[in-house]
């Protein structure tokens, strides 16, 4: 099992181009999320999406937009990328077992974007 | 809103104690506690739910105080592969999916042999 998979890992962008993150999870979980992590500022939730179908906005949802394709797939787009947007982006997912939320976030490995 | 924690950064030496605070000026529903090494993905430590619980693994140990809405992470006798970030996360609400999991800044954590 891979558990959470994050594509790319690496990416530079100019100013103004678009790119989408992909997520993909093979745990069978309702719920994934979308973070990003700059220096200083912990982990902060740009979207989540609570079951297939649904998604909401978190705390820093501005200039990025989110589709949950189906259960297993997440993915973040930045349409037209600024260099604020330079940050570690994480898909993360919840550990369900049956109906019994136990909080445990699986977390891919992270995709490092640089906008300059 | 996210829950603050304290101290920002700590440097021990091993086998010292240490704590770490996290607080929020909202109810909780539950704290959540991972550690970070540079370049990787958090991990997930241990969960408190409201009731006060307090929890162990091993040298390290939580509490939460659901009347203060505070909880603290323990460190006992600090081996050198503690170090790194440690992030508390809260819910104010239950399930999965219902809100995502709000972190704090962060607790850099660095022991010296």
Not at chain 1, 1 to 16: R, S
Not at chain 1, 85 to 112: H, I, K, M, N
Not at chain 2, 32 to 53: C, D, N, S, T
Not at chain 2, 67 to 78: C, G, I, P
Request: proline content about 4%; hydrophobic content about 30%.
């Amino acid at each position: 099992n891979a558990g959470v998979t994050q594509t790319p890992k690496f990416q530079v962008l100019k100013t103004g181009q678009s790119m989408t993150l992909q997520c993909a999870q093979d745990m069978n979980h309702n719920s994934m999320y979308w973070y990003r992590q700059d220096p200083g500022m912990g982990l902060r939730l740009i979207y989540y999406s609570a079951s297939e179908g649904t998604t909401d906005k978190g705390e820093v949802p501005n200039g990025y937009n989110v589709s949950r394709l189906n259960k297993r797939e997440f993915s973040l787009r930045l349409e037209s990328a600024a260099p604020s947007q330079t940050s570690v982006y994480f898909c993360a997912s919840p550990r369900e077992d049956g109906r019994l939320y136990t909080g445990e976030l699986f977390f891919g490995e992270g995709s490092r974007l640089t906008v300059l | 809103q996210q829950p603050v924690q304290s101290p920002q950064a700590v440097i021990l030496r091993e086998g010292e104690d240490a704590v770490i605070n996290c607080s929020s000026s909202k109810a909780l529903y539950s704290v959540h506690w991972y550690r970070q090494k540079h370049g990787e993905a958090p991990v997930f430590l241990m969960i408190l739910l409201k009731g006060g619980e307090q929890k162990g693994h091993e040298k390290i140990s939580a509490s939460f105080n659901e009347k203060k809405q505070q909880s603290s992470l323990y460190l006992t006798a600090s081996q050198l592969s503690y170090s790194g970030t440690y992030f508390c996360g809260t819910k104010r609400v239950s399930g999965g999916g219902a809100d995502g999991l709000t972190f704090g800044k962060g607790t850099h954590l660095i022991i010296q042999p």
